[in-house]
C-alpha cells in the first residue's frame, strides 16, 4: 500500500479507527475527514481534515490528486418503536447514512479515475438491512438504500472502480456501546450468534 492514497470518512472511532491504523502500518497516505480530530491526528502518514457530514459541502480542496480507494465509515444506532419516529429522524437517518455517502464518492470521483487500477469504494451497511429486527426501522431503512445504491454504482462504474459494502452484526465499537452496557447485554448478544461471540473491529478487518 505504500505510495497509495486513501480517502476515509469518519474514521475517528470503532472500525474506522482500526481501518486508519492498518493503512499508516501498511505505509498509506490516509485523507481523514471527520468532525474529531484527536485521535487520528495521532497517527502516521494520516492528514485530518475537519468535516461534519451533516452540514458542511465536502472540502474537495483538500484531496490528492489520485486516489486509489475510499471508505465510508458513519453510521447511526437508534432503536426505536416505529411508532415513536418522526420524519425528522428519518431525513437524519438518511442524510448521514446515504447523502453522505452519495457526496463523498461525488467529490472523489475524478481523483479516482485518474487512477489506473485496483481504485475501490467500500460503503457499511448493516445485517438490520436484510434481516428484519425489532426496533431497526431507522437503520434497516438507510442501510437499504446504502446497499441499493452500491449495486448501481458497482454495475455503473465498473470496470475501473469497485463499489462494495460489508455489512456488520452487533460490533464492540462506541457506537454500540449503549447495547454491550453490561454482562448481561454482552452475553445475550454473543448468544445470538452462531460463535458466540462479539465482534470487534480488528477481528473485522482481518475477515
Known amino acids: 500500500m505504500k505510495k497509495k492514497s486513501y480517502v476515509v470518512v469518519g474514521g475517528s472511532s470503532g472500525i474506522g479507527w482500526s481501518l486508519l491504523q492498518q493503512l499508516s502500518a501498511a505505509g498509506a497516505q490516509v485523507y481523514h475527514y471527520s468532525r474529531s480530530a484527536s485521535l487520528p491526528?495521532?497517527?502516521?502518514?494520516?492528514?485530518?481534515?475537519?468535516?461534519?457530514?451533516?452540514?458542511?459541502?465536502?472540502?474537495?480542496?483538500?484531496?490528492?490528486?489520485?486516489?486509489?480507494?475510499?471508505?465510508?465509515?458513519?453510521?447511526?444506532?437508534?432503536?426505536?418503536?416505529?411508532?415513536?419516529?418522526?420524519?425528522?429522524?428519518?431525513?437524519?437517518?438518511?442524510?448521514?447514512?446515504?447523502l453522505g455517502a452519495v457526496a463523498a464518492i461525488q467529490a472523489c470521483l475524478k481523483p479516482m479515475r485518474k487512477t489506473k487500477t485496483g481504485v475501490s469504494i467500500v460503503l457499511f451497511s448493516s445485517v438490520a438491512a436484510q434481516t428484519g429486527m425489532p426496533f431497526h426501522a431507522l437503520t434497516a431503512s438507510s442501510k437499504a438504500a446504502v446497499e441499493g445504491l452500491t449495486r448501481s454504482l458497482a454495475a455503473e462504474l465498473a470496470p475501473g472502480i469497485r463499489v462494495n459494502a460489508v455489512a456488520p452484526s452487533l460490533t464492540d465499537t462506541p457506537l454500540a456501546a449503549g447495547l454491550l452496557a453490561d454482562e448481561q447485554k454482552r452475553k445475550a448478544a454473543a448468544d445470538r450468534h452462531p460463535l458466540k461471540r462479539i465482534g470487534t473491529p480488528t477481528t473485522f478487518l482481518r475477515r
Open 41 to 98: 491526528a495521532h497517527i502516521a502518514g494520516v492528514k485530518h481534515h475537519p468535516y461534519d457530514v451533516c452540514s458542511d459541502l465536502f472540502p474537495t480542496e483538500t484531496l490528492p490528486e489520485q486516489i486509489d480507494g475510499l471508505v465510508y465509515c458513519p453510521g447511526t444506532i437508534k432503536l426505536v418503536p416505529f411508532s415513536r419516529l418522526t420524519a425528522n429522524d428519518f431525513n437524519k437517518d438518511y442524510t448521514l447514512n446515504l
